[in-house]
Protein backbone atom coordinates (compact mmCIF):
# COMPACT_ATOMS: atom_id res chain seq x y z
CA UNK A 1 0.00 0.00 0.00
CA UNK A 2 3.01 2.13 -1.28
CA UNK A 3 1.49 5.90 -1.80
CA UNK A 4 -1.84 5.24 -2.03
CA UNK A 5 -2.61 8.60 -0.03
CA UNK A 6 -3.25 6.94 3.32
CA UNK A 7 -3.96 8.57 6.26
CA UNK A 8 -4.99 6.19 8.90
CA UNK A 9 -4.61 2.57 10.00
CA UNK A 10 -7.65 2.65 11.10
CA UNK A 11 -9.51 0.15 8.63
CA UNK A 12 -6.67 -2.39 8.27
CA UNK A 13 -8.31 -5.85 8.08
CA UNK A 14 -6.61 -8.19 10.28
CA UNK A 15 -3.80 -9.92 8.50
CA UNK A 16 -2.72 -12.41 11.32
CA UNK A 17 -0.16 -14.22 8.82
CA UNK A 18 1.28 -11.06 6.98
CA UNK A 19 4.69 -10.63 7.78
CA UNK A 20 5.79 -8.07 5.29
CA UNK A 21 4.06 -4.84 5.02
CA UNK A 22 5.24 -1.63 2.45
CA UNK A 23 3.33 1.37 3.68
CA UNK A 24 5.67 4.32 2.05
CA UNK A 25 5.17 7.50 0.56
CA UNK A 26 1.53 7.86 2.21
CA UNK A 27 0.44 10.67 5.13
CA UNK A 28 0.39 8.91 8.10
CA UNK A 29 1.16 10.20 11.77
CA UNK A 30 -0.22 8.14 14.46
CA UNK A 31 -2.13 5.05 14.95
CA UNK A 32 0.49 2.50 14.59
CA UNK A 33 -0.90 0.41 17.58
CA UNK A 34 -3.48 -1.16 14.91
CA UNK A 35 -0.12 -3.01 13.59
CA UNK A 36 0.41 -4.98 16.73
CA UNK A 37 -3.30 -5.68 16.96
CA UNK A 38 -3.93 -6.85 13.72
CA UNK A 39 -1.00 -7.48 12.02
CA UNK A 40 0.68 -9.63 14.92
CA UNK A 41 3.44 -11.52 12.59
CA UNK A 42 4.90 -8.45 11.02
CA UNK A 43 8.73 -8.83 10.44
CA UNK A 44 9.44 -6.02 8.04
CA UNK A 45 7.70 -2.76 8.03
CA UNK A 46 7.89 -0.14 5.69
CA UNK A 47 6.68 3.28 7.27
CA UNK A 48 9.73 5.85 4.84
CA UNK A 49 8.39 8.64 3.52
CA UNK A 50 5.44 9.01 5.52
CA UNK A 51 4.80 11.92 8.44
CA UNK A 52 6.08 10.04 11.85
CA UNK A 53 7.56 13.43 13.74
CA UNK A 54 8.38 11.88 17.45
CA UNK A 55 9.41 8.77 19.34
CA UNK A 56 6.22 8.14 20.74
CA UNK A 57 4.43 7.43 17.78
CA UNK A 58 7.12 4.44 16.88
CA UNK A 59 6.48 3.61 20.64
CA UNK A 60 2.81 1.54 19.58
CA UNK A 61 5.86 -0.84 17.55
CA UNK A 62 7.14 -2.79 20.46
CA UNK A 63 4.11 -4.88 21.02
CA UNK A 64 5.35 -6.29 16.93
CA UNK A 65 7.21 -8.93 18.66
CA UNK A 66 8.24 -10.38 15.90
CA UNK A 67 9.59 -7.55 13.90
CA UNK A 68 13.20 -7.39 12.84
CA UNK A 69 13.48 -4.89 10.16
CA UNK A 70 11.82 -1.38 10.55
CA UNK A 71 11.97 1.83 7.93
CA UNK A 72 11.50 5.04 9.08
CA UNK A 73 13.97 6.77 5.96
CA UNK A 74 12.54 10.42 4.91
CA UNK A 75 10.40 10.71 8.01
CA UNK A 76 10.60 13.99 10.18
CA UNK A 77 11.54 11.57 13.08
CA UNK A 78 14.78 10.62 11.42
CA UNK A 79 15.55 14.38 12.58
CA UNK A 80 15.95 14.05 16.17
CA UNK A 81 19.68 13.86 17.44
CA UNK A 82 20.46 10.28 18.25
CA UNK A 83 17.41 8.95 16.42
CA UNK A 84 19.12 5.98 15.48
CA UNK A 85 20.23 4.79 18.65
CA UNK A 86 16.79 6.02 20.28
CA UNK A 87 14.83 3.64 18.02
CA UNK A 88 16.97 0.66 18.67
CA UNK A 89 16.66 1.23 22.46
CA UNK A 90 12.89 1.89 22.31
CA UNK A 91 12.42 -1.73 19.58
CA UNK A 92 14.81 -3.38 21.24
CA UNK A 93 13.29 -6.15 18.53
CA UNK A 94 14.88 -4.97 15.62
CA UNK A 95 17.72 -5.73 13.87
CA UNK A 96 17.51 -3.03 11.44
CA UNK A 97 16.96 0.10 11.02
CA UNK A 98 16.54 2.20 7.59
CA UNK A 99 18.65 -0.76 6.08
CA UNK A 100 21.03 -0.95 8.70
CA UNK A 101 21.87 -2.42 11.97
CA UNK A 102 23.36 -1.02 14.86
CA UNK A 103 26.97 -1.15 13.51
CA UNK A 104 25.65 0.23 10.41
CA UNK A 105 25.99 -2.84 8.15
CA UNK A 106 23.68 -3.01 5.73
CA UNK A 107 20.31 -5.27 5.24
CA UNK A 108 20.67 -7.83 2.88
CA UNK A 109 18.10 -7.72 0.38
CA UNK A 110 16.62 -10.83 0.34
CA UNK A 111 14.74 -10.69 -3.52
CA UNK A 112 17.65 -9.27 -5.27
CA UNK A 113 20.53 -11.84 -3.28
CA UNK A 114 17.43 -14.65 -4.35
CA UNK A 115 17.35 -13.92 -7.77
CA UNK A 116 21.04 -13.26 -8.62
CA UNK A 117 21.51 -17.03 -6.95
CA UNK A 118 19.22 -18.32 -8.81
CA UNK A 119 20.84 -16.98 -11.84
CA UNK A 120 23.90 -18.38 -11.03
CA UNK A 121 22.47 -21.77 -10.15
CA UNK A 122 20.48 -21.62 -13.74
CA UNK A 123 23.74 -20.91 -15.94
CA UNK A 124 26.29 -23.81 -13.96
CA UNK A 125 23.22 -26.47 -13.81
CA UNK A 126 23.04 -25.61 -17.89
CA UNK A 127 26.63 -26.39 -17.96
CA UNK A 128 26.36 -29.62 -16.73
CA UNK A 129 23.44 -30.87 -18.52
CA UNK A 130 25.57 -30.12 -21.71
CA UNK A 131 28.61 -32.53 -20.44
CA UNK A 132 28.32 -36.49 -20.65
CA UNK A 133 25.94 -38.14 -18.74
CA UNK A 134 28.51 -39.85 -16.17
CA UNK A 135 29.23 -35.73 -14.91
CA UNK A 136 26.04 -34.76 -14.20
CA UNK A 137 24.98 -37.94 -12.02
CA UNK A 138 27.96 -37.56 -10.09
CA UNK A 139 26.92 -33.30 -9.54
CA UNK A 140 23.53 -34.85 -8.74
CA UNK A 141 25.29 -37.19 -6.30
CA UNK A 142 26.89 -34.18 -4.40
CA UNK A 143 23.38 -31.97 -4.61
CA UNK A 144 21.35 -34.70 -2.48
CA UNK A 145 22.77 -32.66 0.85
CA UNK A 146 22.08 -29.50 0.26
CA UNK A 147 20.93 -28.91 -3.61
CA UNK A 148 22.12 -26.18 -5.70
CA UNK A 149 19.71 -26.41 -7.96
CA UNK A 150 17.16 -23.78 -8.41
CA UNK A 151 13.50 -23.77 -7.02
CA UNK A 152 12.28 -24.29 -10.75
CA UNK A 153 14.58 -27.15 -11.93
CA UNK A 154 13.76 -29.07 -8.88
CA UNK A 155 10.00 -28.68 -9.87
CA UNK A 156 10.54 -29.38 -13.38
CA UNK A 157 12.20 -32.61 -12.30
CA UNK A 158 9.41 -33.87 -10.74
CA UNK A 159 6.63 -32.71 -13.45
CA UNK A 160 9.34 -34.89 -15.60
CA UNK A 161 8.12 -38.39 -13.41
CA UNK A 162 4.31 -36.93 -13.39
CA UNK A 163 4.77 -36.78 -17.11
CA UNK A 164 5.69 -40.92 -17.38
CA UNK A 165 2.85 -41.62 -14.81
CA UNK A 166 0.18 -39.72 -17.58
CA UNK A 167 1.65 -40.63 -20.99
CA UNK A 168 3.30 -44.03 -20.35
CA UNK A 169 7.39 -44.48 -21.48
CA UNK A 170 9.42 -41.93 -22.19
CA UNK A 171 10.24 -41.13 -26.09
CA UNK A 172 7.11 -43.02 -27.13
CA UNK A 173 4.72 -41.10 -29.03
CA UNK A 174 1.25 -41.43 -27.21
CA UNK A 175 -1.88 -42.25 -28.62
CA UNK A 176 -4.38 -39.73 -29.44
CA UNK A 177 -7.96 -40.24 -28.18
CA UNK A 178 -10.75 -40.30 -30.88
CA UNK A 179 -11.83 -36.81 -30.11
CA UNK A 180 -8.17 -35.26 -30.73
CA UNK A 181 -8.99 -35.85 -34.29
CA UNK A 182 -8.89 -33.00 -35.85
CA UNK A 183 -5.96 -31.57 -34.02
CA UNK A 184 -2.26 -30.86 -36.06
CA UNK A 185 -0.31 -33.32 -36.04
CA UNK A 186 3.03 -33.57 -35.54
CA UNK A 187 5.91 -34.62 -38.16
Known sequence: MANVELTSLAKLPTLSKLRKLELSDNIISGGLEVLAERCPNLTYLNLSGNKIKDL???EALQNLKNLKSLDLFSCEITNLEDYRD??????????????????????????????????????????????????????????????????????????????????????????????????????
Open 56 to 58: GTV
Open 86 to 187: SIFELLQQITYLDGFDQEDNEAPDSEDDDDEEGDEDDDDEDEGEAGPPGEYEEEDDEDEGGSDLGEGEEEEEGEDEDDDDDYGVRGEKRKREPEDEGEEEED
